[in-house]
């Protein structure tokens, strides 16, 4: 008997060391290990039936069809659970995004992470969260991170079996009053996607191999300070490792990137603002335009204060540490 299904929530991350880059494209394995904070306030519901009355796999976001490209991201995530379970039935996927799709808000980091929960709850697995973090792998690098809450690592490996994430150690006092300002400037699709992105950067940017060693020097340097509870030495490496992330995409042929003036602008006037004041505020970047500040949680309507003054049309959502994969029963649909 197939357990009833269950709505299952993951929430995306932002990470401080990012990954961009793919060593084995086929097997999702990332060219360095990468370090994030899953967010509380941005997340995605799924709900996954496996039937036999389906022509085949189908999969709607807040009711719309998705692309055909969308739905091989999600049916490779499936095929991982199905030749687990050893089922052969199709599946039909509901999904609600609580958060802007691939806008650069990680929407593919909570929407696989979620898809990977509750199609392994549909199809009777127990898996552990470091199991459920190598299938939600095989859909989106990012959503390997999704399963757990907190600070979280995802270990590059050498195999199926060696690439996913584990949470961090880090002061508790840090985890608790760590905040994240997402200053929004477009909730539209980007132009392109963080899979075309980083396919072209490895393929032909001449900074790739100064990125992974910077990846690593970065996260060596990371991991000593989140345990320390410093937070403008946590700060100051996110900031660094996201714009060495950024330069990437110039150096690649042809060039590009994810910025808008208005995300320069932003990085440009917080340096200036920190160096001026002892507010401790910091800027990382996704593959996209928008821009997540970090700060603690005593400086954030200082921050807030000063975003109204400077990017006065900016949407901008204050939120914290959020938790791994969460179960809601299906007669309940959460909100
Ligand atoms: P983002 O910055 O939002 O992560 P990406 O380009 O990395 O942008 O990923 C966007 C893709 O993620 C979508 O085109 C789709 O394939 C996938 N995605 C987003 N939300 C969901 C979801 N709820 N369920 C399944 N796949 C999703
Ligand atoms: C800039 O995980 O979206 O957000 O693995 O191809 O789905 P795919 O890409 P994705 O890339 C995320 C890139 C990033 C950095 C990060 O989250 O580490
Ligand atoms: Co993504």
């Known amino acids: 008997m197939m357990p009833t299904p269950q709505w ?3 929430h995306t991350n932002i990470a401080l060391i990012k990954y961009w880059g793919k060593k084995d494209p086929k097997l999702m394995l990332p060219a360095n290990d990468s370090l994030s904070l899953t967010l509380a306030d941005f997340y995605t519901d799924t709900l996954v039936r496996f039937r036999g009355d389906c022509p085949g796999d189908s999969l709607t976001i807040d009711g719309q069809p998705v692309s055909a490209g969308a739905l091989t991201k999600a049916v490779r995530v499936l095929d991982e659970v199905r030749r687990r379970a050893g089922l052969t039935l199709p599946a039909q996927v509901i999904s609600r995004n609580h958060v802007p ?12 992470a979620a898809l990977a929960a509750a199609a392994a709850q ?8 470091q199991e459920l973090s190598r299938i939600a792998r095989h859909g989106s690098g990012s959503a390997t991170r999704s399963v757990a809450g907190g600070f979280v690592r995802w270990y590059a490996g050498t195999d199926d079996a060696s690439s996913y994430a584990l949470p961090v150690a880090a002061a508790p006092a840090l985890l608790q009053d760590i905040r994240v300002l997402a200053v929004i400037f477009s909730d539209q699709p980007k132009a392109i ?22 990846a690593e020097r970065d996260l060596a340097a990371l991991l000593p ?3 320390a ?11 660094g490792n996201a714009l060495a992330m950024h330069a990437l995409t110039w150096a690649a042929r042809p060039p590009f990137t994810y910025f808008l003036p208005a995300t320069l602008a932003l990085v ?9 004041a002892p507010v401790p505020v910091y800027a990382t970047i996704d593959a996209g335009p928008n821009v997540k500040l970090l700060t603690l949680a005593d400086h954030v309507a200082a921050v807030q204060e000063w975003l109204a003054d400077h990017f006065p049309t900016a949407r901008v959502v204050v939120t914290h540490a959020g938790p791994g994969i969460q179960y809601y029963p299906e007669r309940k649909e959460p909100r």
């Open 8 to 10: 299952a929530r993951a």
């Open 101 to 112: 799709t691939a806008a650069g808000l990680a929407s593919s980091a909570s929407g696989l």
């Open 122 to 129: 549909a199809a009777g697995l127990h898996l552990t969260e």
């Open 193 to 214: 996607g963080s899979t075309a992105g980083m396919a072209q950067t490895v393929a032909t940017s001449s900074y790739f191999p100064a990125w992974t060693e910077r």
């Open 225 to 227: 300070a989140l345990a």
């Open 229 to 239: 509870g410093d937070f403008p030495r946590v700060g100051a490496i996110a900031e």
């Open 268 to 276: 440009q006037g917080i340096q200036a603002w920190r160096a001026a």
